[in-house]
């Protein structure tokens, strides 16, 4: 079966980790890059042996390409939803990265569009690609642990006080939340609705907590949530702050330790009583390469959207608008936003900020 032609949409970090995937992937290969800059697109081209006329000097130019058939899109978060529709209305299928948008609003606008053109769209969150993940999921759908009682996730590495990095820039979308809080609320989400038969489930109320630094987002926060069932979930993440990066589950018989879930090992630790022991599910493809060929067997399969525990649409949703709560209670405005009842301005530089949402 003919692989499905790869075009990327950016020349940042992350585009040469997904490239490594693509380069193993049974499903797609890398056809063409595209960049705001024709120089900046050749010098990513030339690393991967694109010639030349694949290399494009705008993303429009490369939406174009009749022959290229998935997009990558791996632009920070202000530009998903803008690339996303246009992609949708060229055809393209999407990988497109997390948090799938600055907020619920967009993520709404880019489901129809996708809808509309019928063009698969999945949120990439390749932790929850590898089938290591899958696992340990049934295992608490399962009740290993018992019931479901109590979920810590944490995410934050310490970019040591640098404000000028992409992620630190309140108008792209940047910030802990958005950045890696984001993973925590994907893993409390797909936790608590395993826990109850169901993929994913949606925190009744949250409280959240931040500390808001000179650039307008959080550079390190903390949220306590509420599922149904009365499962609690403790998060916390930062890009000032270094964490142990993991998830804890207790519940009412044992507990569930993923030492590296974000970059998924398939490794979990499960301590019943006195009795220790592990389960791994060692994957010879790379998470990435999980994510990649995600996306091509469900475009074979003619669907739109991604097989849980991958991000389906309406787990986006979900998560989105989690996103925007931790937000809202912290006080982390973007540039331009004009939503509901959020301040319009950004609390003093440097403050605590601390409040509750309930719905
Ligand atoms: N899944 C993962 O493992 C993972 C890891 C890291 C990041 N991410 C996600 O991937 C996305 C990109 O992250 P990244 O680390 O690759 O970002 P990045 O390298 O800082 O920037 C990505 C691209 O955005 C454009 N850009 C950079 N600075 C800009 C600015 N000041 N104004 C406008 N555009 C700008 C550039 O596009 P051009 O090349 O066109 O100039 C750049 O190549 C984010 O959504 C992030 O959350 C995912």
């Known amino acids: 079966m003919n692989k499905l032609k790869w075009g990327i949409i950016g020349s940042g970090g992350i585009t040469h980790a997904l490239v ?30 694109l010639p030349k006329g694949k290399c494009y000097p705008s993303y429009a130019a490369m939406l174009a390409d009749e022959e290229i058939d998935a997009v990558y899109v791996a632009l920070m978060n ?12 060229a055809g393209k299928h999407i990988l497109c990265e997390k948090p799938l948008a600055m907020n619920h609003g967009e993520v709404m606008v880019m489901l129809e569009a996708c809808r509309a053109n019928k063009v698969f769209l999945m949120e ?30 944490q995410f934050g590495f310490n970019m040591n006080g640098n404000p000028t990095g992409t992620r630190m820039i309140n108008k792209l979308g940047g910030g802990g939340i958005m950045d890696v809080g984001c993973y925590t609320v994907s893993a409390a989400r797909a936790i608590a609705g395993n826990a109850q038969g169901k993929d994913f489930a949606e925190p009744i109320d949250m409280q959240g907590y931040g500390h808001i630094g000179e650039t307008g987002v959080d550079e390190w926060a903390a949220a306590t949530m509420r599922f149904p069932g009365d ?34 090992d398939g490794k979990a630790i499960i301590q019943v009583g006195d009795e220790q022991r592990e389960v791994a599910h060692s994957s010879p493809k790379s998470l990435y390469t999980h994510e990649v060929d995600m996306l091509g067997r469900c475009v074979r399969e003619g669907r ?13 949703l979900g998560q989105q608008l989690t996103l925007d709560r931790w937000r809202k209670a912290v006080g982390v405005v973007f540039e331009g936003e004009t939503l509901d009842k959020r301040p319009n301005s950004h609390p003093a530089q440097g403050s605590s900020n601390a409040a509750s949402v309930n719905s």
Not at 78 to 89: G, I, M, P, S, W
Not at 304 to 316: F, G
Request: with cysteine.
């Open 20 to 49: 490594k995937g693509l380069a193993e992937s049974e499903t797609g290969e890398l056809n063409a890059v595209s960049s705001r800059t024709q120089e900046s697109s050749d010098q990513w081209g030339e690393k991967y042996n």
């Open 124 to 153: 990439a969150f390749m932790w929850r690609c590898h089938p290591g993940t899958a696992e340990w999921l049934k295992l608490i759908r399962e009740a290993v642990i018992g019931d479901v009682r109590l979920i810590e996730a």
């Open 304 to 316: 739109l959207e991604a097989y849980t525990p991958a991000m389906t649409w309406a787990d986006s």
């Open 78 to 89: 202000d530009r998903h939803c803008e690339l996303t529709v246009q992609a949708a209305e």
């Open 231 to 264: 499962i609690l979930a403790n998060l916390s993440c930062g890009l000032q702050v270094s964490q142990h990066n993991q998830i804890r589950i207790y519940g009412s018989k044992g507990h569930m330790i993923i030492p590296s879930p974000w970059f998924a």
